[in-house]
């Protein structure tokens, strides 16, 4: 399964590594240099995690970074995943 969350849709991204050598002019040196580039991958803290939805009173198991989770605390588990499209509205006969 790929790393990927749920809620935002962050995923593993490239960049580079660059590696420089030498010391700034600013502090008498001759200027950095670059002396290496590697390709690297940012990969994102992607966490599986059961969640309570108290407005549809069950759990739902969803692969979330750590950003989603702290939005989930703050705007509320259903909200966050109505949004997403993971669940569907409650309906007013589902209420009852």
């Known amino acids: 399964m790929s790393r990927v969350c749920q809620i935002t849709g962050k995923r593993t991204r490239v960049g580079n590594s660059v590696a420089r050598k030498g010391k700034a002019k600013r502090e008498g040196g ?19 995690k059961k969640i309570w939805v108290p407005e549809l009173k069950r759990f739902f198991t969803v692969r979330l970074s750590t950003r989603a989770l702290k939005t989930m605390d703050r705007n509320g588990a259903y909200r966050v995943l ?15």
């Open 82 to 96: 109505l949004d997403a499209g993971l669940v569907k509205p409650e309906t007013a006969a589902a209420k009852k």
């Open 30 to 48: 001759v200027g950095i240099k670059t002396t290496g580039i590697t390709r690297r991958k940012f990969k994102v803290n992607v966490q599986k």
